[in-house]
């Protein structure tokens, strides 16, 4: 089992729809969840983290944590063709030292 | 002002070349991170270092050195390449190994090797 799952997609909706992006991970002490944001070429941008379980709302975008099912989630709320990216889903690893562990990504895809 | 910084930002080389990455943050961050991302953008952690220690080295080949002259910089030795270590490496920090942040990540280098 990977530590980190995400369907790899492309997951496509249509410019105003929300995106729903879902993260499975294996480690039940795991603590802390990112979501990051990685446009081709570039290099991933830290969106949101969450630690406890429930919903965080920053805009747009909510994070959803379900530490009982090892579920985390991101909806993006009124998409836009600019939301057009791979999101990675992050999960820590503790292995004596704290490490952050990556999905292997779900490519969004927003059309006008 | 960019916070992490990596030089180069492109590399081609032949196999069997030996070729340095070079890493600088100013974001005053203690920790510091190689990562490899490979051609299904499969992100995956390399070494860390706190403080100028390696505290994490995941099964990396021994040709691969890292090394932090200082907590605000770490460079990335490759020796022998390999048409396999052609990927995207990205250097990345953060304050601490607590996660409380997450990571910031550099633009990457994108290396080549033919």
């Known amino acids: 089992q990977k530590e980190v799952e995400q369907n790899s997609g492309p997951l496509s909706v249509p410019e105003g729809a929300i995106a729903s992006l879902n993260c499975t991970y294996s480690?039940?002490?795991?603590?802390?969840f990112f979501w990051y944001r990685q446009y081709s070429g570039k290099s991933p941008e830290l969106i949101m983290f969450i630690y406890s379980n429930g919903d965080k709302e920053d805009g747009r975008f909510t994070a959803q944590l379900n530490k009982a099912s090892q579920y985390v989630s991101l909806l993006i709320r009124d998409s836009q063709p600019s939301d057009s990216a791979t999101y990675l889903c992050?999960?820590?690893?503790?292995?004596?030292?704290?490490?952050?562990?990556f999905g292997t990504g779900t490519r969004l895809l927003v059309s006008p | 002002d960019t916070a992490v910084s990596q030089t180069p930002k492109y590399l081609v080389t032949q196999m069997g070349n030996d070729k340095s990455i070079k890493c600088e943050q100013n974001?005053?961050?203690?920790?510091m991170y190689w990562y490899k991302q490979d051609s299904k953008k499969f992100l995956k952690i390399m070494f860390s270092?706190?403080?100028?220690?390696?505290?994490i080295n995941e099964t990396v080949p021994n040709r691969f050195s890292p090394k932090s002259p200082d907590k605000a910089h770490l460079n990335l030795h490759i020796n022998s390449l390999e048409l396999g270590d052609s990927a995207v490496y990205f250097c990345?920090?953060?304050?601490?190994?607590?996660?409380?942040?997450?990571?910031?990540f550099g633009s990457g280098t994108r290396l080549t090797v033919v």
């Open positions: 990345a920090s953060s304050q601490g190994t607590a996660l409380g942040y997450g990571y910031t």
């Open positions: 992050a999960v820590n690893i503790n292995t004596g030292f704290q490490k952050l562990v």
């Open positions: 974001l005053g961050h203690d920790t």
């Open positions: 480690d039940r002490g795991s603590q802390s």
């Open positions: 270092y706190n403080n100028k220690e390696l505290i």
